[in-house]
């Protein structure tokens, strides 16, 4: 599982749960609070659930530089570079590690775009 810390989560200028095509995050009914009905409740599950499978990847151990895919089909790789991890793409780092019964958690300081 690849896991971006919290504060990676905070910076993105759309949250896990909204749609990024939707320009306007979720519909709003004309007034500040959000309208949740079961359309949009179903749209924020989905888009939870992708953002999620973007960071899943269901081989273990991994080689460095050798490409994986993600559970959404995502390619990704790490390589080593000044003795610290990097998972591409977009060149993030891994911030910690730790070894999992099925597995492994690598916590990012970043997210899967």
Same mark, same amino acid.
Do not use: C
């Given at each position: 599982?690849? +896991?971006?810390?919290?504060? =990676?989560?905070?910076?993105?200028? #759309?949250? !896990?749960? *909204?749609?990024?095509?939707?320009? &306007?995050? %979720? ?20 888009? +939870?659930?992708?953002?999620? =499978?973007?960071?899943?990847?269901? #081989?273990? !151990?991994? *080689?460095?530089?050798?490409?994986? &895919?993600? %559970? ?42």
């Amino acid at each position: 599982m690849l +896991v971006p810390r919290n504060s =990676a989560l905070q910076t993105l200028p #759309r949250k !896990p749960w *909204e749609d990024k095509n939707d320009k &306007d995050g %979720l519909r709003r009914d004309g007034k500040e609070d959000l309208v949740w009905d079961k359309e949009v409740e179903d749209k924020a599950r989905k888009n +939870v659930e992708d953002f999620v =499978a973007g960071h899943v990847i269901t #081989r273990y !151990p991994i *080689e460095e530089a050798k490409k994986l &895919d993600t %559970l959404s089909g995502t390619q990704v790789e790490y390589r080593v570079k000044g003795g610290d991890k990097y998972v591409y793409p977009g060149e993030i780092k891994v911030l910690g590690e730790r070894e999992a019964a099925n597995g492994a958690i690598w916590v990012l300081d970043g997210v899967i775009e």
